[in-house]
């Protein structure tokens, strides 16, 4: 299945090993997220360290591994994307990712409601996405 994660579900993965974790170290997932998730982990890397409680060390060792299982869409491949996306819902952060999923033909999986109002991309919640692959 292609799946693109939003920067929250990441942020889980990255934060504490649990369903988020399980789900993007998934062996059936073919995982994606818009460029902009880099900018967004730069933007609180130091609150995702202290609520990790790994070293900074082992904190960007684990972060390179979970990087190594997402393939980052580039501004210039979802550009042709953004219009359709645009028409979906207005919020611009969720726009990319309507667009990667548009680009990559995936579904999506956030816990962010505003994602789930459209009904062109298929949108599963964390507990949604763990039932289907059977990991609860």
């Known amino acids: 299945m292609k799946l693109t994660a939003d920067a929250n579900v990441l942020f889980s993965a990255l934060i504490k090993n649990g369903i988020s974790r399980k789900i993007i170290f998934h062996a059936d997932l073919e995982l994606n997220t818009p460029y902009f998730f880099l900018t967004e982990l730069k933007k609180y890397r130091k ?6 409680a790994l070293s900074k060390e082992d ?6 591994v979970l ?3 997402v393939e980052i ?3 210039d491949e979802l550009k042709p994307y953004v219009t359709a996306a645009s028409k979906l819902i207005a919020d611009e952060k969720d726009l990319l990712y309507i667009a990667a999923a548009l680009c990559t033909g ?5 816990n962010d409601k ?4 459209q009904k062109r991309v298929k949108v599963y919640t ?6 289907e692959l059977k990991i609860i």
């Not at 505003?114 to 109002?117: I, R």
Request: aromatic share 10%; proline share 0%; hydrophobic share 50%.
């Open 126 to 131: 964390i507990e949604q996405l763990a039932r």
């Open 106 to 110: 995936s579904v999506i999986v956030s």
């Open 47 to 52: 609150m995702l360290i202290t609520k990790s």
């Open 114 to 117: 505003d994602l789930q109002w």
């Open 59 to 64: 904190f960007d060792t684990f972060e390179n």
């Open 67 to 69: 990087l190594g299982q």
């Open 73 to 75: 869409i580039a501004e």
